[in-house]
């Protein structure tokens, strides 16, 4: 069960896990947790056919006893996630910057568990809120566990983590009635937002596309922190690490968002479980943004202050290593509830920073556990084992699993010659980086963390038209739902800080008063790697209905959908009942969803080839398909009926509409093309 001396694979956690894997129980008998057959597992023992249960109805006790005991507390940020296997594998050495043995040989696969989560809604809340996204990954290395507890902002809402339980407490639903549920709360969210202004930058991101994204599987991920690495010689460089996906980073729109939350809340984890059993694994490439020591002082903001970032233009990320999450958790209580993550477990050529807000989670994390996990032995637990061995004179504690054989549980010992030793750094033993400090015990926060403002407009100044426009909606929206007037006046003052425009357009939506021009960031630099305009575009495994009713062009049909699955785009036949549809040539297609089962927020695209035998009913519902899709800037293609109903619906035909005038591979590969851009901002909504 310990790895004493086996290498490490890609599938050296997965062998672990086999240990613990229960056997399939078809086939086998009914016994109780002792052990004991059971002849009876309905009726609980009683004293006649209507007398009393009897307390001595062993296996009633132990069923109802472990039921009764079935929850454990939920994470008090991060409830509701998801999570895979993967591997991780390195492109490049980075000897040169950190000893950390899982980054010294490209040939050495790690394995790796991710788990991505919402923050504010609780565990059976839905995916799609407007809400950041943890991204956490456990790095089962040769040296142990190395956690990258990652989000999908690379910045904060806050500096210090002494305000984090504040912030938490403003955004969680309202302690007197408990609403909004799954999403950030409305009074007192932006009560708190308009009396601590460092947060300006986070809640510019909050309000972008990024907070409502398309799928775990094209989101970036980010450490956040300024970490160190540490090579062999000592040598320490500042490091940011980063998770691109190869999809690229894309997301949905609000109103889709919404809808999703009552169509599908699952959207996203079934996203990924659905994806992963196709074969279409997720993938994410690492990178990281490496500084010397002497550049520290060299920007115009501070580098270990967590609401900046460090633009990729001025310090480039370097890609050095991709993930891909290849296998579904077996069981989402035992891994996906049961693992703990914490920023402080790192491997030697890993280390912090002073980043007070990375300094306080250093305390949080395994604090937290303690109470969920229910004691101090949650390490033991499966899927949080490292892959290499460990021992040490922990003893004993709740739910303890390992024999500790031996009389010695001290050191120094004389009687077990003072193992386990310890071991030299040129040996892989862990030495903290011995970071020179001087200073005066204060509570107070450093002047170069004080400018709260400008990166917020650096990230204003690098969104396309159509990303300011989502912004100002998402601002409109969240604090059009404040109740308190001189709220929603502060916030707009306190974003006219950021960009006169901007504040300009939510008053006017608020019925405040705009605030002064004069009061607005002077900064005109912009970072086009923050815009999602610039992000990869792919048609790959986005997910398109084909719409059609009997008496549809079979030959054109069967042509599309030939060429959509050879580009890897995802094909879902959807009509007005389930099974069989028949062509015009009499061929039959499948159809697997329906108007009623599924609505168009559930697919990236939509091709409607409509057909012959289509009654009023199916045109009805066809037509409030391709209106909505049309409405969330979703790539349609249409032909037969589907361009009569377009027309009919005088629906402008502008980009990312592609009518079927030409021969089906001309049709298809114009839909792909359009599949790939994945939203036409350009299209006005009627
Ligand atoms: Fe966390 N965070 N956090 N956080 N965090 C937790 O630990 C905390 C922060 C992040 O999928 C908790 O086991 C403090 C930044 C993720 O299991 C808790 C501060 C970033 C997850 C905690 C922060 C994160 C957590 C709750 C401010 C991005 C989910 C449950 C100083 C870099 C991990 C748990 C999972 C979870 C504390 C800020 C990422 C309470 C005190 C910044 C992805 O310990």
Redesign the pocket.
């Known amino acids: 069960m310990i790895n004493e001396d086996k290498k490490i694979n890609a599938n050296s956690k997965n062998e672990q896990l086999e240990y613990f894997r229960s056997a399939d129980s078809e086939d086998k008998e009914l016994t109780t947790n002792q052990g004991v057959k059971l002849s009876e597992d309905e009726e609980s023992l009683t004293a006649g056919e209507r007398g009393p249960t009897l307390m001595e109805d062993f296996h009633f006790r132990e069923k109802m006893t472990h039921f009764d005991h079935e929850r454990i507390p939920e994470?008090?940020?991060?409830a509701r996630?998801f999570s895979a296997h993967g591997e991780f594998e390195l492109y490049e050495s980075m000897k040169p910057y950190t000893k950390a043995k899982f980054l010294q040989n490209p040939n050495v696969k790690t394995p790796v568990f991710t788990?991505f989560?919402t923050v504010v809604g609780s565990r059976g809340s839905k995916d799609t809120p407007r809400d950041v996204r943890?991204?956490?990954t456990k790095f089962y290395t040769e040296e142990g566990n190395f956690d990258l507890?990652?989000?999908n902002f690379p910045i904060?809402f806050?500096q210090d983590?002494m305000k984090?339980p504040d912030v938490v407490h403003a955004i969680k639903p309202e302690p007197h009635n408990e609403m909004p549920q799954a999403s950030g709360a409305h009074d007192t969210f932006w009560d708190w937002v308009s009396q601590n202004q460092e947060s300006a930058h986070m809640v510019m991101w909050l309000m972008s596309d990024r907070a409502i994204p398309r799928s775990f599987r094209m989101m970036e991920g980010?450490?956040?922190?300024a970490f160190r690495f540490v090579n062999d010689e000592g040598k320490a460089h500042f490091v940011k690490f980063h998770w691109k996906p190869v999809l690229g980073t894309h997301s949905l729109v609000w109103d889709e968002a919404e809808k999703l939350g009552g169509k599908d809340p699952d959207f996203n984890r079934r996203d990924l479980w659905e994806s992963i059993n196709m074969g279409n694994y997720a993938e994410y490439e690492l990178g990281v943004q490496i500084l010397e020591e002497k550049e520290e002082f060299n920007f115009d903001f501070d580098i270990l202050d967590?609401t900046k970032l460090w633009p990729e233009e001025d310090v480039p990320v370097r890609i050095i290593g991709k993930m891909t999450l290849n296998r579904n958790v077996d069981n989402v209580f035992a891994e996906n509830e049961q693992?703990?993550?914490h920023v402080g477990n790192v491997v030697p050529g890993i280390d912090f920073t002073n980043d007070p807000?990375l300094q306080?989670?250093l305390f949080?994390?395994t604090?937290?556990?303690l109470l969920?996990l229910g004691g101090p032995n949650f390490h033991e637990i499966p899927i949080n084992r490292p892959v290499c061995p460990f021992h040490n004179n922990q003893r004993d504690g709740f739910h303890r699993q390992t024999i500790n054989k031996g009389q010695v549980s001290y050191r120094n010992n004389a009687l077990a010659g003072n193992s386990p030793h310890t071991v030299d750094e040129k040996n892989g033993g862990f030495a903290h980086y011995q970071e020179k400090i001087e200073g005066r015990k204060i509570q107070s926060r450093s002047k170069s963390f004080e400018d709260h403002f400008s990166q917020a407009k650096l990230f204003w100044n690098s969104m396309s038209n159509a990303e300011k426009q989502h912004i100002i909606d998402g601002f409109s929206f969240e604090v059009g739902k404040v109740q308190y007037k001189p709220v929603q006046q502060k916030i707009v003052d306190m974003f006219g800080k950021v960009d006169h425009g901007l504040a300009a357009a939510i008053a006017q939506k608020l019925d405040v008063s705009v605030p002064p021009a004069n009061i607005q960031s002077k900064v005109t630099k912009a970072s086009p790697a923050l815009s999602q305009e610039n992000t990869p575009k792919l048609a790959e495994t986005r997910k398109t209905a084909v719409i059609i009713s009997d008496g549809f062009n079979g030959a054109e049909v069967k042509k599309v959908i030939e060429n959509l699955q050879a580009a890897k785009v995802q094909v879902a036949i959807l009509s007005d009942r389930l099974g069989s549809i028949t062509a015009d040539d009499n061929s039959t297609l499948k159809a697997k969803h329906t108007f009623l089962t599924d609505s168009s927020v559930a697919f990236d695209a939509v091709y409607i080839a409509g057909g012959m035998k289509a009654d009023k009913m199916f045109e009805k519902k066809a037509k409030m398909f391709m209106q909505e899709a049309f409405d969330h800037f979703k790539p349609i293609a249409v032909s037969n009926e589907g361009e009569q109903w377009f027309k009919e619906k005088q629906l402008p035909s502008k980009t990312g509409v592609v009518i079927n005038k030409q021969q089906p591979d001309d049709f298809s590969k114009q839909f792909i093309d359009a599949i790939a851009a994945h939203r036409f901002w350009d299209r006005s909504i009627l």
């Open positions: 994470r008090v940020v991060h996630g788990r989560s943890g991204f956490a507890v990652a989000n904060f806050i983590g984090f980010f450490g956040v922190h967590s693992v703990a993550f807000l306080t989670r949080s994390y604090d937290t556990q969920r």
